[in-house]
């Protein structure tokens, strides 16, 4: 079965570094997802892409994240200058269609870790 | 901003019995309830979903159940299998997001 890959699986980065996790969606997918879980707590929307643009973001994908799909197959997530509150599980997700009974597919996350 | 509640951080049921999980919501907006399962060291898997409009969805072992008026879903699993055990999230769909309670860790005792 056709998996969302994401890689690393774990990054370790000093506060104020720019990081970039990158996830490989399904390919026959056409809206893709970041959302992150910081330990002990609840996974959160950070943001959603369609066609190339983003379709709806969250109050904490602010100007220090950016999302692209740099090619046919990747779809990255960049922070610019890191935070100790970044520290979290992302994940990268896809799905066939934007409709919210159209399941996401999530990849099996990157575990940030800021110190 | 917590709209989507679940209350009970763990559940233990005995392997065979059934298993419930319940979720609450305060967003009269979702259009739809999709159940997620999550093991360690892996992303949520999509289990079941329901729309706002029915009242019951079945898949096999796992049926959600949704009341409207008191806004509150729950599944059921029957019976409890030992690799039944994950953390469960329910999350309430509108537009390009979910919106995921915090979970309840699944335990089925063999």
């Known amino acids: 079965e056709p998996e969302v890959t994401q890689t690393p699986s774990h990054q370790v980065t000093q506060m104020g570094q720019e990081v970039i996790l990158r996830c490989v969606p399904i390919?026959?997918?056409?809206?893709f997802y970041w959302y992150r879980q910081i330990l002990g707590q609840k996974v959160e929307f950070l943001v959603s892409?369609?066609?190339?643009?983003?379709?709806?973001k969250s109050e904490i994908f602010d100007d220090q994240f950016s999302v692209e799909r740099p090619d046919g197959s990747n779809f990255t997530l960049k922070i610019r200058s890191t935070k100790l509150e970044d520290s979290a599980m992302y994940f990268c997700?896809?799905?066939?269609?934007?409709?919210?009974?159209?399941?996401?597919?999530f990849g099996n996350g990157t575990r940030l870790t800021v110190t | 901003d917590q709209q989507v509640k679940q209350n009970s951080p763990s559940l233990s049921v005995q392997e065979g019995r059934i298993s419930i999980l319940n979720c609450d919501y305060t967003?009269?907006?979702?259009?739809?309830f999709l159940w997620y399962k999550k093991y360690p060291a892996e992303g949520p898997t999509f289990l079941i979903s329901?729309?706002?409009?029915?009242d019951k969805n079945e898949d096999g072992r796992f049926t959600v159940f949704l009341n409207k008026s008191a806004k509150h879903l729950s599944l059921h699993i029957v019976p409890s299998q030992p690799g039944d055990s994950a953390v469960y999230f329910c999350?309430?769909?509108?537009?390009?997001?979910?919106?995921f309670g915090k979970g309840t860790k699944l335990s089925v005792i063999p």
């Open positions: 999350s309430g769909a509108g537009s390009y997001q979910l919106t």
């Open positions: 329901i729309s706002s409009i029915k």
């Open positions: 390919s026959n997918h056409l809206y």
């Open positions: 997700a896809s799905s066939e269609s934007g409709q919210p009974n159209s399941p996401l597919h």
């Open positions: 967003n009269s907006m979702f259009d739809y």
């Open positions: 892409f369609y066609n190339n643009e983003i379709s709806e």
